[in-house]
């Protein structure tokens, strides 16, 4: 086995130096030789030793890249840019890469999110809703859940709806990362008082639930 450096074969957490000791003693014990570009064969009990330093070094770096990109996605949370991966919150679209990388409103999402509002409240004109029908309505109109996958369509649930729409404070214009929380308004989709009374309704809805009634 070749590799350029030993840390680029294992980068063990924080004080567990003995994996990658571990890792060298059982390709030794199966006749495997470990060959760095930038120290040659690692062998005999100098080998080991070697190793074991490398080891320690290779955690402490695995320690401060991890707290050099959790300061640095911090930073782009506090300036308003994007922290994450995979596909944004429904009702948002990821503009830009790499550091620049902002969200901004995606129009068609965003007015299935008010429509979700206003139907499960009863405003705007629209009939007040329960979470199921809305989501069979909304399934049977072809529209994709925040669940689906690339080119395929997704159902909508009622626990989608629930988790990811109605509970979702972003749609307030908060982007909260690692406890840090920042106001934006220009990704504010719904008004704070609907998104209360939504809260209200929701927390009503769950007390008066069949499965949350008591019985003698």
């Known amino acids: 086995?070749?590799?350029?450096?030993?840390?680029?074969?294992?980068?063990?957490?924080?004080n567990e130096y003995s994996r990658l000791l571990t890792t060298y003693e059982q390709f030794s014990n199966r006749g495997v030789e470990l060959h760095s570009v930038e120290?040659?064969?690692?062998?005999?009990?100098?080998?080991?030793?070697?190793?074991?330093?490398?080891?320690?070094?290779?955690?402490?770096?695995?320690?401060?890249?991890?707290?050099?990109?959790?300061?640095?996605?911090?930073?782009?949370?506090?300036?308003?840019?994007?922290?994450?991966?995979?596909?944004?919150?429904?009702?948002?679209?990821k503009v830009g890469k790499g550091p620049k990388a902002k969200l901004e409103i995606d129009e068609f999402e965003a007015s299935i999110v008010i429509r979700i509002f206003s139907m499960y409240l009863g405003i705007n004109g629209e009939k007040k809703t329960p979470l199921r029908t809305i989501a069979r309505i909304l399934t049977q109109e072809g529209i994709l859940s925040p669940g689906r996958s690339k080119g395929k369509g997704g159902a909508w649930y009622g626990t989608t709806i629930y988790y990811r729409i109605l509970s979702n404070d972003?749609?307030?214009?908060?982007v909260t990362?690692?406890?840090?929380?920042?106001?934006?308004?220009?990704?504010?989709?719904?008004?704070?008082?609907?998104?209360?009374?939504?809260q209200e309704?929701?927390?009503?809805?769950?007390?008066?639930?069949?499965?949350?009634?008591?019985?003698?």
């Open 39 to 93: 120290t040659g064969k690692i062998d005999g009990p100098m080998g080991a030793m070697i190793v074991f330093f490398k080891s320690i070094g290779a955690s402490e770096e695995r320690a401060a890249i991890r707290d050099r990109t959790m300061k640095a996605k911090l930073a782009k949370a506090k300036s308003g840019n994007w922290v994450g991966n995979g596909r944004p919150c429904y009702g948002y679209r």
């Open 201 to 216: 309704q929701m927390a009503k809805n769950k007390k008066y639930s069949k499965r949350n009634r008591k019985h003698d």
């Open 170 to 174: 972003m749609y307030l214009g908060n």
């Open 177 to 198: 990362y690692r406890g840090f929380t920042g106001h934006h308004p220009e990704l504010v989709l719904i008004d704070e008082n609907v998104w209360l009374k939504a």
């Open 1 to 14: 086995v070749i590799v350029w450096r030993l840390d680029r074969l294992s980068r063990p957490p924080q």
